[in-house]
Structure formats: C-alpha cells, structure tokens
C-alpha cells in the first residue's frame, strides 16, 4: 500500500504468525520475550538509521517505547479493547477458561458476582504482560505497569473503534477514536455467486484466517441450513480442512472478498475481529460471534450488549441453539433496527481531520503529551 503511493519501504520480520495464534487460543500472550527483544533490536536499528522526526505504529509496542526513549514523537494505533480503561462485561473468554482450568458457568459466576473475579483478572493480566516487562528490562527500558499500557502507548492513542460500540471511560489527553477502518479491495466475487437465488436467504460463515476457530461444527450446521431450504456461503480462510456436502444452495470458496460480498448476505457467522465487525455492520449484516480468543471475545460481548447480533463461546456451542438463533436473527426486528440505527453513526463519525490537525500540532511541538 505505501510502495504504491510512493512512500520508500524497509522490510522487519515478525513473530511467527501460527505460533501467536496458538498463543492466543490458550489465554497467552502473543508474544515471548525473546520474540520482543528482535522487535526491540530490528526497530532500534531502523530509527538510528531514519531518524524519524514522527512513528507511526500500529500494534508495535516496541517502536512506540523506542520512540519515548528516544524522544520521538509518536501515534500509536490499537483497539479500544486494549485501553487501560476498557472495562469488559466480565464473562470468561474461553482461553482463559482452559487456564483456569474450571468450567465457564463457575468462572463468569466468580468473574460478575464475587471479589475472587478482581483477583483472577488482575492475575491474567499481569500473566500476559509478563513477556513485555521482561523483553523491556531486558533492554534497558523501564517496563510498563500491564499489556493494556504497552498496547496504547504514545503521545497520540488513535482508537480504531466507534466509541458507540467499545466505550472507554475517561478518555486520556492523547486518545482519540478514528471510527470504523473500512476497506474496499478490488477482487471481484467469484462466478458462482451469480447462481445466488435473491428469493432465498443467505449465511455468511467467514473460519478467518487465524485457525483459531474449531470448524468441527462446520458440517452439521451447514447440512441444517441446506435443509431449511437457505443458502451458504463458506469462507474457508484459506485454511485446509475438508467440507463434505454437496448443495446447489452450498457455496465453498477458500477466500471471499467481504466487502463486495457482504451487501448481499442476510446475516453472519464469523470468529469475531475487529474489522470483519465494523465491516459487516456497515452493510446492515446481522452477527453471529464464535470468539476464539479475548479480543474477539470482547467484541462479542459489544454486539451482544448493542443487540447487533450474538455469540456463543465455541467451547459450549450447541448447534441446534445455533441453528435456533440463526433463523431468529434473520427475522428479528429489533436487532434489524438497532443494526440501522448503528449504521447511521457508523457512517457520520468522521476523524480524520482531527487526527491530522492533533498530528501537525505533535510534530510542531504544541500538542501536549
């Protein structure tokens, strides 16, 4: 995207993309300390040879602490889940439920009703955040208090969420919400689509990309949507597993391009990011969130509390609810409703020229950090 617009372009490495997921799917963070000392190296050698007058990092914890310890100014871009002060609804992502080691039912008890759920928090927080205080002290940079710190790190915080979905409470002089990061990509939608039949519904099951979702409750609930007489779409996520049902209402693509897609779907079934969120919601999609880890989790929890749809935890999924609740969504008003009412903020939020106007203010001095 930058080599096209003309920007010159220097490559670093990353962790290994599989091994984050895994991570995540067990409650860890994402990334060791090793991993974190070569980030620290890598952006440390790209400053001292740049010498930027400005970074800009989405998610990079280790060039934004960089870019303080250097006195470079700097605009971090993250979740409003990843905020100090994001305050979930307090159910259980499942990650955190397999290290626990106690069923979800106790652990949202324990987490909504007792003390004990302020100390297990506190406990999984600072598990998580362990990596990163221990990659900065080895480093020789002082370490931040918790995860939450280093992800919303610089003189600028952009929030890349819509507050009306992920509020956060008080905001700090820095923060500032971008709204919805929509996209458009140029892929056409694939040829069989145009057998859609427009007087039937459609599903939408998006796996993502991470191979964090189980897909073991793929072909039971595909095989009762077809027997309702609706149609499926299945984005594989260019993940390998084997889909074995035949139906003209059945369509198996190993990737789909959402934001020519969804316009045309009644609703959607996915693991429950970010983007996809925003992104279907811009479309009037309805959702269906089978969260995998604590991110997405949280997000589940968002359109569930906003009535833009629901969400099961995979590891207490019941396919016959799920069916249940499908054919609901596809009919309910109120969710309807709330989804357009949605939309109309979605589309009216616009920060952009604050952004640029609090960025020039950094890069002058005059903006307070």
């Known amino acids: 995207m930058f080599a096209a ?32 000392i070569a980030y620290f190296t890598q952006d440390d050698l790209l400053i001292k040879r740049f010498q930027p007058c400005l970074i800009v990092s989405e998610f990079r914890f280790t060039a934004l602490q960089l870019a303080k310890k250097y006195g470079i100014p700097s605009v971090g871009m993250t979740d409003a889940t990843c905020h100090p002060n994001f305050v979930s609804d307090r159910t259980v992502p499942d990650p955190f ?31 998580i955040s362990i990596s990163l205080r221990e990659a900065s002290i080895a480093y020789g ?18 929030l890349c969420d819509l507050p009306d979905l992920v509020p956060i409470e008080p905001l700090r002089p ?22 859609l039949d427009p007087n039937k519904k459609t599903i939408y099951v998006s796996l993502g990309t991470q191979e964090s979702l189980p897909t073991d409750f793929l072909k039971s609930y595909v095989e009762k949507l077809l027997e309702r007489d609706l149609q499926a779409i299945v984005s594989r996520g260019k993940r390998s597993f084997e889909m074995p049902v035949e139906s003209k209402n059945l369509f198996v693509f190993d990737f789909v ?22 992104q279907a919601l811009s479309c009037g999609v309805p959702l269906i969130a089978l969260p995998a880890h604590a991110n997405q989790h949280f997000y589940a929890e968002a359109i569930a509390r906003n009535k833009l749809g ?29 989804i357009k009412a949605f939309q109309k903020k979605l589309v009216s939020f616009d920060a ?11 890069l002058n001095g005059a903006f307070p950090t």
């Open 352 to 362: 952009r020229e604050t952004i640029l106007s609090r960025t020039e203010a950094l």
């Open 5 to 36: 617009e003309g920007f010159k372009t220097a490559s670093i490495e990353i962790a290994e993309p599989t091994a984050i997921y895994q991570r995540l799917r067990q409650g860890g963070m994402m990334y060791t300390t090793e991993d974190l």
């Open 257 to 278: 391009n959402d934001s020519k897609l969804l316009p045309n779907i009644n609703l959607m079934v996915y693991p429950g990011g970010a983007m996809t969120t925003y």
């Open 174 to 195: 820095g923060d500032l919400y971008t709204g919805a990061l929509l996209w458009e990509r140029p892929e056409p939608l694939p040829h069989e689509l145009f057998r």
């Open 97 to 127: 439920a397999k290290t626990l080691a106690a069923p979800l039912w106790l652990l949202d008890f324990i987490s909504q009703r007792t003390r004990l759920g302020e100390v297990i928090n506190r406990q999984t927080i600072q598990k």
């Open 141 to 158: 940079l002082e370490p931040l208090p918790t995860f939450f710190d280093y992800a919303s790190q610089g003189d600028i915080c952009l």
């Open 310 to 338: 629901y969400f099961f935890r995979p590891s207490r999924l019941n396919i016959d609810k799920l069916v249940r609740i499908t054919l609901s969504l596809l009919e309910d008003s109120e969710i309807h409703a709330s």
